[in-house]
């Protein structure tokens, strides 16, 4: 079965500073990885994707992801936070062996303060 | 511009009463979702589709049905039988294996 963890439910940041957003999984198969950001009354925004290849992912917005096979791990990163940056996120995977569907980690509540 | 559109974005159930949100999209993907998002979880997967005319439960189906008579089109109805109906619920389509989903921006339901 598939799981993913976001182990904190909300992140400050003081804008300027580098973030973090914490996310670890469980699958059985090959993880495709996702993180997606949601402001308030929107649908979700696909901001980058880890498949294969170079473990450091570069996405929308000056994001980056690095995939950490042995933790089981696919952090996002920006190295300096905006205000604008605030917002809801979340981190999801599928098993590109033998799963059809997402699994959504609860979401992590970022607060970029000026 | 390629999407997916959900309506209505506000939406308001009396007891007892069956209510249809709509999801069309424009980006000639084969698979569609439906997912339902309560405040402080992350989202649950209601019922999905991979082809037209075929549909299956995701982890919360009970009290919601769903058709894919299109491939632009996957709307959810929310029956009497679901007791607890209050959410934002989030539409989304994918193309190829490796891809991310693409969201609506939502269709909000509430009790009257």
């Known amino acids: 079965a598939q799981s993913v963890a976001q182990p904190e439910d909300q992140v400050n940041v003081a804008e300027g500073n580098p973030l973090t957003v914490k996310c670890t999984y469980s699958?059985?198969?090959?993880?495709?990885l996702f993180w997606y950001v949601q402001y308030p009354n929107r649908g979700l925004q696909f901001l980058l994707k880890?498949?294969?290849?170079?473990?450091l992912v570069k996405g929308s917005y000056g994001f980056e992801a690095e995939f950490n096979k042995s933790q089981t791990s696919f952090h996002l990163k920006k190295p300096s936070a905006l205000v604008s940056d605030s917002a809801l996120y979340f981190c999801?995977?599928?098993?590109?062996?033998?799963?059809?569907?997402?699994?959504f980690g609860p979401g992590t509540r970022l607060s970029v303060l000026p | 511009d390629g999407g997916i559109t959900q309506s209505p974005k506000y939406l308001f159930r009396k007891e007892g009463q069956n209510v249809t949100l709509s999801c069309e999209q424009n980006?000639?993907?084969?698979?569609m979702y439906w997912y339902r998002q309560d405040p402080g979880q992350g989202l649950r997967l209601i019922y999905y589709s991979q082809i037209v005319n075929d549909f299956q439960k995701g982890d919360i189906a009970e009290g919601y049905s769903v058709s894919r008579e299109k491939k632009e089109s996957f709307p959810l109805t929310v029956t009497s039988a679901q007791k607890n109906p209050t959410a934002f619920y989030l539409c989304?389509?994918?193309?190829?294996?490796?891809?991310?989903?693409?969201f609506g921006d939502g269709t909000r339901l509430s009790i009257l």
């Open positions: 980006l000639n993907h084969d698979a």
């Open positions: 989304a389509s994918r193309g190829g294996p490796r891809e991310p989903q693409h």
């Open positions: 999801a995977v599928r098993d590109g062996n033998y799963g059809q569907n997402f699994v």
């Open positions: 699958v059985s198969g090959n993880p495709y």
């Open positions: 880890y498949i294969t290849g170079d473990n």
